[in-house]
């Protein structure tokens, strides 16, 4: 259950931070010279007519997205493939030795998948464990600022936020 979230979470995320990677460097619409009064104009009214309706500016949108639209897709297919893979090595690997994980045990246990390839892979694994928590604990006050913000903005959009 746990992988199916990471899995779904980490799927998602890549939406989430190409929405804002777009909206901050200023791309596609939130480029436009009229950008607030569009802004303006969906946040009061449901309609959708401020996007182009014409085939050929439709088609040259999905085309300037197609890159977008691969990476997200690959990166979920790769995403799922590498926690089947987890998943399955632990069920063949850890199930036989009928352990428990208690406390922070978790992370030494799982090192038993890649001790049973090689005992070199500990270490491999212990720092790519390390490298990851590292990355997670770097990108956390540039996370939380920007949902803030973004929150914020969304709470109160008449102000301006620097």
Do not use: N
Request: proline share 3%.
């Amino acid at each position: 259950m746990a992988t199916t979230f990471g899995y779904v979470g980490g799927s998602v995320f890549a939406y989430i931070a190409y929405s804002h990677w777009i909206g901050l460097h200023g791309w596609g619409l939130t480029g436009h010279r009229d950008i607030e009064a569009i802004r303006k104009r969906a946040f009061e009214d449901d309609s959708y007519d401020y996007l182009p309706d014409d085939v050929e500016q439709a088609s040259k949108l999905r085309r300037l997205t197609a890159s977008l639209r691969w990476d997200v897709g690959l990166g979920a297919v790769v995403l799922f493939i590498v926690s089947a893979a987890f998943m399955l090595s632990g069920a063949a690997v850890l199930y036989p030795l009928e352990s428990r994980f208690e406390g922070w045990g978790l992370l030494t246990e799982q090192a038993h998948v890649w001790r049973s390839i090689h005992p070199t892979l500990v270490w491999i694994y212990y720092v790519c464990i390390i490298a990851a928590l590292w990355g997670t604990l770097q990108a956390l006050p540039e996370i939380y600022a920007r949902v803030m913000q973004e929150f914020l903005q969304a709470v109160w959009p008449d102000h301006t936020w620097d």
